[in-house]
C-alpha cells in the first residue's frame, strides 16, 4: 500500500539556521499540505498547496516558511531562520482531491536549540 | 473558528472492553475524520464520514455522525492492548478551505 514518506525522522538545529523538509507524497495525489504538532499539543495547520500554488496558509506560516514542489515526487517545507518555538513535529499530508482523506506521512521531529 | 474538541481527554479500560470517544465542532462541515496517533508517531487515517451520513463502520470502529448537535462519536469494539493510542478527530470547513482543524484528543489506554 502506497505510503507519504518524510525525512529526515529527526532534526537538530541552532536557532537561526535554514531547515528543509522533506515529504514524497503518494504519486496519484494532487493536493498537499504541512501540519505541525508541538509537543503535548494539538495538530495545526501550516499550508496546503495545490498546482504549484499555496492554496490557504494559517498565521503561523509567515514569511520564515517556504513551500516548493521542485519536481514530480518531493514536497518540501523551509523555515529559513529557525526559531526556538518552531521545535515540533510537522507532518506532511496528500489527498486525491479536495475534502477527501488526507493521508499522513511519519512526521519530522525537529528540534531548535 | 470551528474547532473539534474530543471528551475524555483521557480513558482507560481493560482489554476486551468497548472505548466511546466524544467529538464535538463549532461551525457547519462537509466531513470528520478520526485519525489514531501512536505516542510520538505519525497520524493514521481511521474513518471520514460524510456530513449527510449518519453512522459508518470499519471492523471494530463504530463512527456516528449527528450535524444537528455538531458532535461525532468514534466507538472501538472489543479493544486491544494493540488499541492503546490517541484519537483526534478533524474537520473541514463547508465553505471551502481544505484544511482540517484537529481537536485536542482523547488518550486511550487498554490495560492487558
Known amino acids: 500500500e502506497p505510503e507519504v514518506t518524510q525525512t529526515p525522522s529527526h532534526q537538530v538545529t541552532q536557532m537561526g539556521q535554514e531547515v528543509i523538509l522533506r515529504c514524497v507524497p503518494i504519486?496519484?495525489?494532487?493536493?498537499f499540505y504541512w501540519y505541525r504538532q508541538i509537543l503535548g499539543q494539538k495538530v495545526e495547520f501550516l499550508v496546503s498547496?495545490?498546482?504549484?500554488?499555496?492554496?490557504?496558509k494559517s498565521e503561523i506560516f509567515d514569511d520564515q516558511f517556504s513551500v516548493e514542489r521542485p519536481d514530480g515526487s518531493n514536497f518540501t517545507l523551509k523555515i529559513r531562520s529557525t526559531k526556538l518555538e518552531d521545535s515540533a513535529m510537522y507532518f506532511c499530508?496528500?489527498?486525491?482531491?479536495?475534502?477527501?482523506?488526507?493521508?499522513f506521512g511519519p512526521g519530522t521531529r525537529l528540534l531548535v536549540l | 473558528s470551528q474547532q473539534g474538541e474530543e471528551d475524555p481527554q483521557a480513558l482507560s479500560i481493560q482489554e476486551g472492553e468497548n472505548a466511546t470517544m466524544n467529538c464535538s465542532y463549532k461551525t457547519s462541515i462537509n466531513n470528520l475524520q478520526w485519525y489514531r496517533q501512536n505516542s510520538g508517531r505519525g497520524l493514521v487515517h481511521l474513518i471520514l464520514?460524510?456530513?449527510?451520513?449518519r453512522e459508518k463502520h470499519s471492523g471494530r470502529l463504530r463512527v456516528t455522525l449527528d450535524t444537528s448537535k455538531k458532535s461525532s462519536s468514534l466507538l472501538i469494539t472489543a479493544s486491544r492492548a494493540a488499541d492503546t493510542a490517541s484519537y483526534f478527530c478533524?474537520?473541514?470547513?463547508?465553505?471551502?478551505?481544505?484544511?482540517?482543524?484537529f481537536g485536542q484528543g482523547t488518550r486511550l489506554t487498554i490495560n492487558p
Open positions: 478533524a474537520t473541514d470547513d463547508w465553505e471551502g478551505a481544505q484544511k482540517l482543524v
Open positions: 499530508a496528500g489527498a486525491s482531491t479536495p475534502r477527501e482523506t488526507q493521508y
Open positions: 498547496f495545490y498546482n504549484n500554488e499555496i492554496s490557504e
Open positions: 504519486s496519484n495525489h494532487l493536493y
Open positions: 464520514i460524510r456530513s449527510n451520513e
